[in-house]
């Protein structure tokens, strides 16, 4: 455990690489007028092998930064899954555990013309502060009442969604609506591409109105991220705060995150690519 700490230590204090998150990360908090205040690290080892005369850990990094911006603090956290090798006392081979499952390939390519377009004109008051306290108790634990998937951030999305208010709808056409019942779920509940053109192709019960900038959301609207920028779209989070600049602040699963600042750059999945689609939800 003192190695893991030496090694977090080092890693924090390299500047020097571009393509560290880290050092996009202090980047970001610069350009944004903020500081982080204090970090806080808390690892837990799920996992030991061993074999050929090393020893292979997995565990799961729970970082906690307090941020200052202006007059202002918030307290961002990310639990991140890593693995590393022990060999002759020394740590080798550190790296994030990759996904078991990739939304990427899992699904049909879909397009707009693809989006089944409903008339009927259901209408539903969203409950903003219903969805966001739902996103704020769950975001680093998961509801039994839903099944838990390998890559799990449109599945909290869309439960956050429905924790708001918004109605189920399609049952049991998976390719079709927006539902989860039992152990069948659409495309569109646990898929981020799926919800990504959900949202802005249903115009009837939950739906999404695009909108040009970050800035105009408000906590209980969702964000979608191609982060390759080849129109497969990789993630969700739901916006559950802004910071004193008035941008977004937002919760995710996978990688769970708290409060973490929109556009991702600090991200390992973040590429120069990146494009990023805005919903305002109800």
């Given at each position: 455990?003192?190695?893991?700490?030496?090694?977090?230590?080092?890693?924090?204090?390299?500047?020097?690489?571009?393509?560290n998150w880290w050092t996009r990360k202090i980047k970001l908090v610069q350009e944004r007028?903020?500081?982080?205040?204090?970090?806080?690290?808390?690892?837990?080892?799920?996992?030991?092998?061993?074999?050929?005369?090393?020893?292979?850990?997995?565990?799961?990094?729970?970082?906690?930064?307090?941020?200052?911006?202006?007059?202002?603090?918030?307290?961002?956290?990310?639990?991140?899954?890593?693995?590393?090798?022990?060999?002759?006392?020394?740590?080798?081979?550190?790296?994030?555990?990759?996904?078991?499952?990739?939304?990427?390939?899992?699904?049909?390519?879909?397009?707009?013309?693809?989006?089944?377009?409903?008339?009927?004109?259901?209408?539903?008051?969203?409950?903003r502060l219903a969805a966001v306290k739902y996103a704020e108790h769950w975001w680093n634990?998961?509801?039994?009442?839903?099944?838990?998937?390998?890559?799990?951030?449109?599945?909290?999305?869309?439960?956050?969604?429905?924790?708001?208010?918004?109605?189920?709808?399609?049952?049991?056409?998976?390719?079709?609506?927006?539902?989860?019942?039992?152990?069948?779920?659409?495309?569109?509940?646990?898929?981020?591409?799926?919800?990504?053109?959900?949202?802005?192709?249903?115009?009837?019960?939950?739906?999404?109105?695009?909108?040009?900038?970050?800035?105009?959301?408000?906590?209980?609207?969702?964000?979608?991220?191609?982060?390759?920028?080849?129109?497969?779209?990789?993630?969700?989070?739901?916006?559950?705060?802004?910071?004193?600049?008035g941008m977004p602040l937002v919760n995710a699963h996978t990688d769970n995150s708290r409060?973490?600042?929109?556009?991702?750059?600090?991200?390992?999945?973040?590429?120069?690519?990146?494009?990023?689609?805005?919903?305002?939800?109800?």
């Amino acid at each position: 455990m003192n190695m893991m700490t030496n090694y977090w230590m080092d890693f924090f204090q390299d500047e020097k690489d571009d393509h560290n998150w880290w050092t996009r990360k202090i980047k970001l908090v610069q350009e944004r007028g903020a500081e982080i205040v204090r970090i806080n690290g808390e690892g837990h080892v799920f996992r030991k092998m061993q074999y050929d005369h090393q020893q292979s850990y997995h565990y799961l990094l729970h970082l906690s930064f307090l941020m200052k911006q202006k007059d202002y603090f918030y307290r961002e956290e990310t639990v991140t899954p890593y693995q590393f090798q022990m060999r002759d006392g020394k740590i080798t081979k550190h790296r994030e555990i990759e996904n078991p499952s990739n939304e990427r390939q899992s699904l049909p390519k879909f397009t707009e013309d693809d989006v089944p377009i409903y008339t009927k004109q259901d209408r539903f008051t969203y409950d903003r502060l219903a969805a966001v306290k739902y996103a704020e108790h769950w975001w680093n634990s998961y509801n039994p009442t839903y099944r838990k998937f390998d890559v799990d951030c449109t599945n909290y999305i869309s439960q956050c969604l429905r924790a708001g208010g918004a109605p189920m709808r399609g049952m049991f056409d998976r390719g079709k609506g927006w539902w989860y019942q039992g152990n069948n779920w659409s495309y569109s509940w646990a898929v981020a591409h799926s919800l990504r053109w959900y949202l802005s192709g249903s115009t009837a019960g939950l739906q999404g109105k695009e909108v040009a900038s970050a800035a105009d959301l408000y906590p209980g609207d969702v964000i979608c991220y191609d982060f390759q920028g080849d129109g497969r779209w990789d993630h969700n989070t739901i916006v559950v705060t802004k910071d004193a600049n008035g941008m977004p602040l937002v919760n995710a699963h996978t990688d769970n995150s708290r409060h973490r600042y929109w556009s991702y750059e600090d991200s390992t999945a973040w590429t120069p690519q990146i494009q990023y689609k805005f919903f305002q939800i109800g």
